[in-house]
């Protein structure tokens, strides 16, 4: 059987060494020259398909060693896999390790031409690509002694599993995954590859995750190892990492894939970012994927091209990058396995860390009220209507293509109106009404005096909003959206630059956020032309009093009271008229007894007393 090339220079370097050997011990000399070493190369056959059964083979040709090069490798080994070979190197040399003098000697290569040619310069390709290392740097040249790392001498051995690549870090070989997305962004991906082997491309993606089956099955296709890159190993990785990363990539003849789910704020950005530029320079494949747009000014890469993976399901069910970085740790576990994340767990698990995420500037609220529970003017409640209509058919209108408009499907309404008109209220309705949960944004955990700190947090609500397909409501919005003015000093240019992202990022909200304030002017003019629905909720007139009293008291109708006369001549709004209810239904209770006319006196009293107004005993006594 015809040995490979490995174990053609195996044994003529044994029996060099052999030689060298004998001729100590018997003082005769010997002297070798490197006329034999192209015709020992000349022909051998260089794989083209990862996985071929000589190592050695293909490492030559990945690293494109010369003769030379591949002979000085293969001495390096020697005392690594015979114990013999390790016992004549000690006897010829200081150590069981070939010094670079014994390495050239034996393949009949002077140290000056060596020199001379850069045959182990730094960076020539056994010491840049991380084949050599020399144990003493310091020492003369000609006294240094070459190993080759256990990394390069497993894969020639054949070893299995994840590499260390440096600091705990490990490429994750992925298996041909079973979930194949479109055969168009496949066979795009590999002509692309094909034309260029050494590119760095974007892949974005959507709930549905196709960038990993897409980059595993298009590099698997062009002859190359998927290798996944974890990017949480990396917040502690040194410079070392890189050097890792490369060796192996060419080891494996493998396309690096790497996550970029990760903000601005994320302590891995900084090391993955020097990461990405430099694999950039590599001559490896690099395939980066996320849910965002690239974003270069973070990544400090251009990328040669970028594939829009998103489907309509990514439109509908879109991927915030917090949330994302959730989903993917478990669609990579399940893609080293083999095997890929269903769509409704990868949905569960985006919802869940919205739900987290929004609820640190938040509170939850599921609708108990429906719009049926409100007593409105027709007018504001035509209105109401409108805004439920508005977002139940924004796919056919928008999406059918009916009507063009510059932003987002989303849709924005501003509620004006007096402390206690209904705003909350009428919020909560609507959100009941469209089978959706509310959350109300506390201001003062959004609002914050760090340049940038109140932009993020604002984009932080949005995306999670998105991706829980919820309502919010900013109550009392007045100081977060308020009029701009002249600039003056940096806080006003800050306020203005706030106002304007917040502006933008409405624009691009695909949700419906609703927003109150108690004073109309005080909401800068800009934002009003860009509200879909701006509806005033006016104080009650004595009919709208007198039927809330009604109804947050059913059992009144019983008691020695005259419900007209007191909405009448109390004109209370109707969250005050909600709380002296309560008030008045827990006197009644405490006292054992129907609510009577006195305990509604007494209620309506002290809201008059929370509003700082004169009370006067006029009506129903």
């Given amino acids: 059987m015809t040995s490979t090339l490995w174990e053609s220079r195996i044994a003529e370097l044994e029996d060099r060494l052999r030689r060298l050997y004998v001729a100590r011990t018997s003082n005769t000399p010997v002297q070798f020259t490197d006329d034999w070493l192209e015709a020992a190369y000349d022909g051998y056959e260089q794989p083209a398909v990862y996985g071929r059964e000589d190592p050695f083979s293909e490492l030559c040709r990945e690293f494109r060693l010369s003769p030379a090069e591949a002979d000085l490798f293969v001495t390096a080994v020697l005392p690594d896999i015979s114990s013999d070979c390790a016992a004549a190197f000690r006897m010829l040399g200081p150590s069981s390790r070939p010094t670079a003098a014994m390495g050239l000697r034996l393949i009949g290569v002077t140290p000056a031409s060596a020199i001379a040619s850069g045959l182990l310069r730094e960076d020539a390709p056994l010491l840049s690509g991380g084949l050599i290392v020399f144990d003493d740097p310091s020492a003369p040249f000609t006294e240094r002694s070459l190993r080759v790392p256990d990394r390069v001498l497993s894969h020639l051995m054949g070893g299995t599993g994840k590499p260390d690549v440096g600091k705990g870090a490990r490429l994750g070989p992925l298996p041909l995954l079973p979930h194949i997305p479109q055969d168009a962004d496949i066979d795009a991906l590999t002509t692309q590859l094909n034309a260029d082997p050494a590119a760095t491309l974007y892949l974005r993606e959507d709930i ?21 890159l974890d990017p949480f190993d990396l917040e502690h990785a040194g410079e070392e990492l890189l050097d890792g990363i490369l060796l192996e990539g060419r080891l494996s003849q493998g396309g690096i894939i790497v996550p970029v789910y990760a903000e601005a ?29 690239w974003q270069e000014r973070l990544w400090k890469t251009v990328p040669r091209a970028t594939f829009d993976l998103r489907g309509d399901t990514g439109r509908t069910h879109p991927l915030s990058t917090a949330a994302g970085a959730v989903v993917d740790i478990a669609r990579r576990d399940a893609a080293l396995h083999g095997g890929t994340l269903a769509p409704q767990t ?6 869940g860390h919205a739900a987290r995420s929004l609820e640190q500037f938040a509170q939850h609220v599921r609708p108990q009220v429906d719009r049926q529970d409100l007593v ?15 977002v139940q058919k924004r796919e056919e209108v928008l999406g059918g293509r009916r009507l063009r408009r510059g932003r987002g499907r989303g849709t924005t309404a501003l509620f004006a109106g007096e402390s206690g008109t209904g705003k909350s209220m009428a919020a909560e309705a609507v959100a009941g009404d469209l089978g959706l949960d509310l959350y109300v944004v506390s201001l003062p955990a959004v609002v914050s005096q760090s340049f940038g700190e109140t932009e993020r947090n604002l984009d932080r609500i949005f995306s999670a909003a998105e991706a829980l397909d919820c309502v919010i409501l900013f109550d009392e919005a007045d100081t977060l959206f308020s009029r701009r003015g002249a600039v003056k000093d940096t806080n006003d240019r800050r306020d203005n630059l706030r106002i304007g992202y917040i502006l933008q990022r409405l624009e691009k909200f695909d949700g419906l956020a609703i927003l109150t304030t108690n004073l109309r002017a005080n909401v800068d003019s ?16 004595a009919a709208v009093r007198a039927e809330l009293w009604r109804r947050h008291l059913t059992d009144f109708a019983d008691a020695p009271c005259d419900i007209d006369a007191i909405a009448r001549e109390y004109p209370l709004a109707g969250g005050s008229i909600r709380s002296a209810a309560e008030t008045a239904a827990f006197a009644a209770a405490a006292a054992g007894r ?17 509003l700082g107004r004169l009370f006067s005993p006029r009506a129903g006594s």
């Fill in 208 to 228: 549905t995750g196709a960038a990993l089956p897409t980059a595993s099955t298009a590099l698997y296709a062009t002859g190359r190892a998927p290798l996944l």
């Fill in 265 to 293: 704020d994320d302590p891995a950005v900084p090391v993955l970012s020097r990461l990405i530029a430099s694999l950039a320079r590599s001559p490896l494949p690099v395939l980066m994927y996320g849910s965002d747009v």
């Fill in 346 to 351: 990868a949905r569960a698990l985006a919802r």
């Fill in 376 to 390: 409105l003017p027709d007018d504001v409640r035509d209105r109401l209507d409108m805004l439920v209509l508005r």
């Fill in 526 to 541: 800009t934002f009003i032309r860009r509200f879909d629905e701006v509806i005033e909720f006016t104080p009650p007139w």
């Fill in 594 to 610: 129907p609510v009577s006319a006195p305990d509604v006196l007494e209620a309506v009293k002290t809201e008059y007393g929370k």
